[in-house]
């Protein structure tokens, strides 16, 4: 089992809309320092980003004591997608981090299924969470929708497919990924923020959503998406 130990991270990231981010007073100007490289593969090269790029940061420690990170971003996007039957979305590109500082690798496994996390203002639809085979990383972070590219083709082959996802992070290296939600834009209302974290094995990635500054509804959603293993 995993013990968690969970630091929430000041922010200040602006977007529009249903994925806009809230200025908070007491942003911290602190570095954290992170070990990522543009193929993920040279651990030693290091790179920096302030806190305020961070959501949220969870650490958990194998029985040797050893950690696993997750961060989680913030949004980037507010941008509209038309589908092949003329519906309109709005949608925006989330990213996770996972950091195996163990002696051991570790196996991750991650399944959304079509309808799992109902519109609030729009009864019987459903938010689409789509995970693209790209790698985040922290040279992408700059650039437009983190770096994620061709989003529209995968987009028009994806959109009303299932989402998963299976990779092994070896040990004392990091892995990257994005997360697209989309929301039919009649529905797209509210601040929204996500977040992966991990109870014993499972993994679950909560969807908040804070429509009091739109007036409109609010809620959240902690999906059971799959798991995480330390391979022997």
């Not at 651990?43 to 650490?59: G, H, L, P, S």
């Not at 972070?141 to 996802?165: M, Q, R, V, W």
Request: proline residues 3%; hydrophobic residues 30%.
């Amino acid at each position: 089992m995993l013990k968690i130990k969970k630091s929430i991270l000041a922010f200040i990231i602006a977007t529009a809309g249903f994925f806009s981010c809230k200025q908070s007073s007491n942003s911290k100007k602190d570095i954290i320092e992170t070990k990522v490289s543009d193929s993920i593969k040279n651990i030693n090269n290091k790179n920096t980003f302030n806190d305020k790029d961070i959501y949220t940061k969870y650490k958990y420690a194998d029985s040797a004591g050893k950690n696993i990170l997750i961060k989680n971003g913030f949004p980037r996007g507010g941008l509209k997608y038309t589908d092949k039957n003329g519906d309109q979305y709005s949608y925006a590109v989330f990213w996770t981090q996972i950091t195996n500082e163990t002696d051991n690798p570790i196996e991750l496994t991650m399944d959304f299924p079509l309808n799992a996390y109902e519109v609030p203002s729009l009864p019987d639809k459903y938010y689409k969470i789509l995970i693209p085979n790209d790698t985040m990383t922290l040279e992408k972070f700059p650039l437009f929708l983190y770096g994620l590219t061709n989003l529209e083709s995968y987009l028009d082959n994806n959109i009303h497919k299932s989402a998963s996802l299976n990779r092994t992070i070896n040990s004392r290296e990091s892995n990257g990924f994005y997360i697209v939600i989309l929301c039919l834009t009649e529905g797209a209302h509210g601040t929204m923020r996500t977040e992966l974290s991990v109870k014993g094995k499972n993994l679950f990635y909560e969807i908040k959503v804070d429509g009091s500054r739109n007036n409109g509804k609010s809620s959240n959603k902690k999906i059971n998406c799959g798991s995480i293993n330390l391979k022997n």
